[in-house]
T-cell receptor
Framework: GDSVTQMEGPVTLSEEAFLTINCTYT??????LFWYVQYPGEGLQLLLK?????DKGSNKGFEATYRKETTSFHLEKGSVQVSDSAVYFC????????????FGGGTRVLVKP | DGGITQSPKYLFRKEGQNVTLSCEQNLNHDAMYWYRQDPGQGLRLIYY???????QKGDIAEGYSVSREKKESFPLTVTSAQKNPTAFYLC???????????FGPGTRLTVT
C-alpha cells in the first residue's frame, strides 16, 4: 500500500536559519503530494501541493519539488521565523487508492529567537 | 465565512459511554472525512463519505460509527467498543474526493 516517510523531529532551529524536512513516499501510481502544517491546538492547513513530476509547490516562503526519480517531496524554507514553529505533515493522494490522503508521521519544528 | 466547525473543542467522558462529535461545513463540499491523531503521530482515517447517504470505512473504523444525512454534517460516534478512545479527532472536507482537504479545528476527547 501507499506510505509516506518523514524525518523524525523535533527539529530545532534559530530564527533566519534554513529549514529542510525530508519526505519520501511509496505509491503504485502517480500520486498528488501535499504538505500540511498544524499549529499548536489547531487543525491542519494546506501549505502547498504538487500534482505531477517536477512540479514545484510554493507558499509563504516554503517550497517543495515533486521528484519522481527519488520518490521525494522535501520541504524547504530559506529563512524561518518563530511563527513557523509547528508540526509539518507530508501526505499523498492516489487515484488507484480512491484518492484518500495518506499522511506521514509529522515533523515538529521549533524556531527559537 | 466559509469553513468547517467542530464542537466541542474539549470533551470528557466516562468509560463505557458513547459520545458523538459534531462536524459541520458550509463550503458545499461533497466529501467529508474523520481522522484520529495520537500524540506524536500522523493522522489515521476513521471514516469518509463521498456523498450524502453514503460512507466507507477507513483504516481504523472499529469502535466508531458515522452518518451522512445532510451534505453539511458528518457526525462521528465513538462507541464503548473503541478500546482507546482518548485522542484528538479531526474532521475534514473536500470539494470531491481527491481534491485538497480542508480541516476543522479538532475535538480533543478524553475518556477516563
Amino acid at each position: 500500500g501507499d506510505s509516506v516517510t518523514q524525518m523524525e523531529g523535533p527539529v530545532t532551529l534559530s530564527e533566519e536559519a534554513f529549514l529542510t524536512i525530508n519526505c519520501t513516499y511509496t505509491a503504485t501510481g502517480y500520486p498528488s503530494l501535499f504538505w500540511y502544517v498544524q499549529y499548536p491546538g489547531e487543525g491542519l492547513q494546506l501549505l502547498l501541493k504538487a500534482t505531477k513530476a517536477d512540479d514545484k509547490g510554493s507558499n509563504k516562503g516554503f517550497e517543495a519539488t515533486y521528484r519522481k526519480e527519488t520518490t521525494s517531496f522535501h520541504l524547504e524554507k530559506g529563512s524561518v521565523q518563530v511563527s513557523d514553529s509547528a508540526v509539518y505533515f507530508c501526505a499523498l493522494s492516489e487515484r488507484a487508492a480512491g484518492n484518500k490522503l495518506t499522511f506521514g508521521g509529522g515533523t515538529r519544528v521549533l524556531v527559537k529567537p | 465565512d466559509g469553513g468547517i466547525t467542530q464542537s466541542p473543542k474539549y470533551l470528557f467522558r466516562k468509560e463505557g459511554q458513547n459520545v458523538t462529535l459534531s462536524c459541520e461545513q458550509n463550503l458545499n463540499h461533497d466529501a467529508m472525512y474523520w481522522y484520529r491523531q495520537d500524540p506524536g503521530q500522523g493522522l489515521r482515517l476513521i471514516y469518509y463519505s463521498q456523498i450524502v447517504n453514503d460512507f466507507q470505512k477507513g483504516d481504523i473504523a472499529e469502535g466508531y460509527s458515522v452518518s451522512r444525512e445532510k451534505k453539511e454534517s458528518f457526525p462521528l460516534t465513538v462507541t464503548s467498543a473503541q478500546k482507546n478512545p482518548t485522542a484528538f479527532y479531526l474532521c475534514a472536507s473536500s470539494r470531491t474526493q481527491g481534491n485538497e482537504q480542508y480541516f476543522g479545528p479538532g475535538t480533543r476527547l478524553t475518556v477516563t
